[in-house]
């Protein structure tokens, strides 16, 4: 409690001389700068937004039109082609307006004409999206052109938003093409019966409601940013009422050889120092926009939410929260403390970070009644904590401590790498992704947008709610992270933070509690739920070291493509069937664009599976097929990316018809169906740090996914480096169908049975 008082503006207390008033000179000049960096912030996006409103021109076009035009006047030449001799008398009727400021009012006009005009320009040229369709080194020289006048149009030196502007909007596709290429999708795992079934179903649909429907998702199309993303944040992360943990919730490791530091809370200051300093660069937008081979630029909305985001429980649906604060929070064994991490709006030095996270570490005092817990309710069902926060949480103490959890910028959680499993604990790698997906089930706050985990050995590693965005920006965060610590950061020869602290920072201080005893046995109910999905978690994290995506570029293949093959002979040998296989694909070419599902399970992967376990099929029958199937593969890949998807259309064709209270049973049936193998791969180098690319030691663990399906399994894969692939599997123990040990034997064993396969053709050509 001590450490609380400190923390107030000011106390008084009313003595014999009357009243006396103690004021904090400290806490005051936190408040005063706090002030003073949220309205710099606020300047800044106001300036951004100024500088973005014009983007690809920039105003010193302007200043530099103005002399032109004014020169020139002066020599009786009018460069605006009598723009100014019809503008001046509809605006200037005054007689005191001077016939020079109205070449300037005119010059405006007509500037902001031509900003309008390149503006629209470019977004005309990045709705062409026939470039990506192109054999990989024979571009054609309609794509050349465009190449080169988007780049000139482009302009320069682009901040992270200034696209955003020119980002053309996400298409609907026709609606028979993503009903035939539905079925199509479909055929491989239906028997003639079950498929011709379904072709009747979607002809009653495209004879009944169809096109209805089509109609108000054209419209919304016309008239939303994005006509998918806001319907698939809220109606398939914030609406779902399970838990979180584990089944929406992701993980990202460190990196897979090189470990800075043991020193716990060296590693922490400098990973926290990291984070805050990337930060102040995202406020600024001084991060340049992802582009496409240097040319297309990808939307860079979700980061907008990256820091002081929470989801926050609601009984029917839950939302998403965002302020602009600069707080940190800590949770150690099982306490909870707010850390300050300016002074007198300065980012504090890892060293004096350093000091903070020692105090917390070496804080003995016990949790108050509860608080070891409550992180539990985030773990849980969402109803049962919408509840408790809506009963326990609702004011009073509770609710100021819970808000500082909710509001503050990043969320550091310091412990062991131990899990609360009560299986057998899995080794090495995989433990530790089970302790960054889980935990303890009570020691991650599942809510906030991430929460970043520092182990006593020193990794960290990442755990991230999906709802406010997808994978790919976290991994550019931690990109970002590691790129700093490495480049700008450092350890001592002692595995120290470098430097010495120069001011003396402000303590920790614990978070308070007032935890009913009704609100107990809800928190230990949520612990018990939670506990019971971890214990059903089976992780298997193995790098897969044979080859990488070097030897496969020399079978002139696609890794992805290749990747997705041998998980479908993993699959065909683990189950003896097929299933329907999700691979997730960005749809950030448009603005506000999330993901698109690759129906990866085609036609031609399932002919090339078979034959790989067909004793009568040659390898050249092989390799013919597998060329297909690869082909195909990127080619589905590719609709996906330009909006020519199949789910998502479908997903809010089906919304509207809720909306609309319109029965559909073909798009009932297809919503139903459940995903048995989902995978996605984790993108790599996507910062460039030229330092980190080229350092064998520095090689990305990627990250993992629970299950989809109760029966099935999760794969994350990150293609690491020339001769390395990680390879993240998750199933669950109650299911007697599936094992991730053998999975990820089947996927290995699948790899090398391909390799060997096209080097074996490599030798006959």
Not at 42 to 67: D, E, H, I, Q
Not at 141 to 163: D, R, V
Request: charged share 20%; glycine share 6%.
């Amino acid at each position: 409690m001590a450490e609380a008082h400190a923390a107030a503006a000011f106390s008084f207390s009313v003595t014999q001389e009357g009243l006396d008033v103690q004021i904090s000179h400290e806490a005051l000049r936190a408040v005063y700068f706090s002030g003073v960096r949220s309205w710099r912030k606020r300047f800044t996006r106001f300036w951004n937004r100024v500088l973005n409103g014009v983007f690809p021109v920039k105003y010193t076009s302007l200043l530099a039109f103005y002399g032109i035009v004014l020169l020139l006047s002066f020599l009786n030449y009018d460069i605006t082609c009598g723009f100014n001799d019809k503008v001046h008398p509809w605006l200037f009727s005054s007689t005191f307006i001077t016939w020079n400021l109205s070449h300037l009012v005119s010059s405006t006009l007509l500037w902001l004409m031509a900003v309008l005009v390149i503006r629209y320009s470019l977004k005309m040229l990045l709705c062409y999206q026939g470039w990506m369709f192109e054999p990989r080194g024979r571009m054609s020289i309609k794509t050349k052109l465009w190449a080169l006048c988007t780049k000139i149009l482009g302009g320069t030196n682009p901040k992270l938003y200034s696209y955003q502007a020119s980002l053309p909007r996400m298409p609907v596709p026709p609606l028979k093409s993503t009903i035939e290429r539905y079925l199509t999708s479909v055929r491989p795992l239906l028997d003639d019966k079950d498929y011709d079934a379904m072709k009747s179903l979607s002809e009653e649909f495209l004879s009944t409601i169809a096109s209805k429907l089509q109609r108000y998702l054209v419209l919304k199309s016309w008239w939303a940013t994005n006509y998918v993303s806001d319907w698939w944040e809220q109606y398939v992360y914030l609406a779902g009422r399970g838990p979180i943990m584990v089944n929406s919730n992701y993980y990202g490791m460190d990196l897979l050889y090189h470990v800075p530091t043991n020193i716990q809370t060296s590693r922490a200051a400098n990973v926290v120092h990291a984070l805050f300093a990337f930060r102040s660069t995202l406020d600024k937008e001084m991060i340049k926009p992802i582009k496409v081979n240097g040319v297309v630029p990808l939307c860079s909305s979700q980061y907008e939410r990256v820091f002081n985001t929470c989801r926050t429980p609601g009984v029917e649906s839950d939302k998403i929260c965002h302020w602009m604060d600069c707080r940190h929070i800590v949770y150690h064994q099982g306490r909870w403390f707010k850390m300050t991490c300016y002074k007198n709006g300065i980012l504090l030095e890892p060293s004096e970070l350093e000091i903070q996270l020692e105090s917390i570490i070496n804080n003995t005092s016990e949790p108050s009644e509860g608080e070891k817990h409550l992180a539990a309710l985030t773990a849980g069902e969402r109803v049962p904590w919408a509840k408790a926060r809506n009963t326990y949480f609702a004011d009073g103490i509770n609710k100021k401590s819970l808000h500082a959890i909710e509001k503050i910028s990043v969320r550091a959680h310091i412990g062991r790498p131990g899990t609360n499993n009560r299986r057998r604990s899995s080794p090495g790698l995989s433990s530790y992704g089970r302790a960054l997906l889980h935990g303890k089930c009570h020691n991650r706050w599942f809510d906030k947008s991430f929460n970043c985990v520092v182990f006593k050995n020193g990794r960290f590693g990442i755990n991230a709610e999906h709802s406010w965005a997808d994978a790919p920006i976290m991994s550019y965060l931690a990109e970002q992270v590691l790129g700093y610590e490495y480049q700008s950061l450092g350890y001592g020869p002692d595995g120290k933070v470098k430097g010495r602290p120069m001011v003396q920072p402000i303590l920790p201080t614990d978070l308070q509690w007032q935890i009913s005893p009704e609100c107990q046995e809800v928190i230990e109910s949520s612990l018990l739920v939670a506990q019971n999905l971890a214990d059903d978690v089976h992780l298997r994290v193995s790098a897969f070291k044979h080859f990488g995506k070097g030897l496969v570029k020399t079978f002139k293949m696609s890794p992805d493509a290749f990747i997705q093959a041998a998980l479908q002979i993993a699959h065909l040998r683990d189950k003896g069937h097929f299933s329907l296989t999700y691979e997730a694909s960005m749809t950030r070419l448009f603005r506000e664009g999330r993901t698109e599902t690759v129906r990866s399970c085609t036609n031609e992967m399932c002919a090339f599976a078979r034959s790989m376990n067909d004793e009568n099929a040659t390898k050249e029958e092989r390799y013919a097929l597998l060329k297909k199937a690869v082909d195909r593969h990127i080619d589905a890949y590719k609709e996906a990316m330009t909006g020519q998807g199949i789910d998502r259309h479908l997903f809010c064709l089906y919304v509207v018809s809720k909306y609309l209270k319109l029965e559909s049973p073909f798009l009932a049936k297809v919503l139903s169906e459940t995903w048995q193998l989902s995978s996605s791969q984790t993108p790599v180098d996507q910062v460039g740090y030229t330092e980190l690319r080229n350092n064998p030691r520095f090689m990305p663990s990627g990250g993992g996914f629970g299950p989809v399906a109760d029966d099935g399994y999760g794969v994350s894969y990150i293609i690491c480096h020339e001769d390395l692939i990680m390879f993240h599997v998750s199933s669950k123990h109650s299911s007697p169908e599936t094992d991730s040990e053998r999975f990820a034997a089947n996927i290995e064993q699948a790899m090398l049975d391909m390799r060997d396969l096209c080097e074996s053709m490599k030798v006959k050509k």
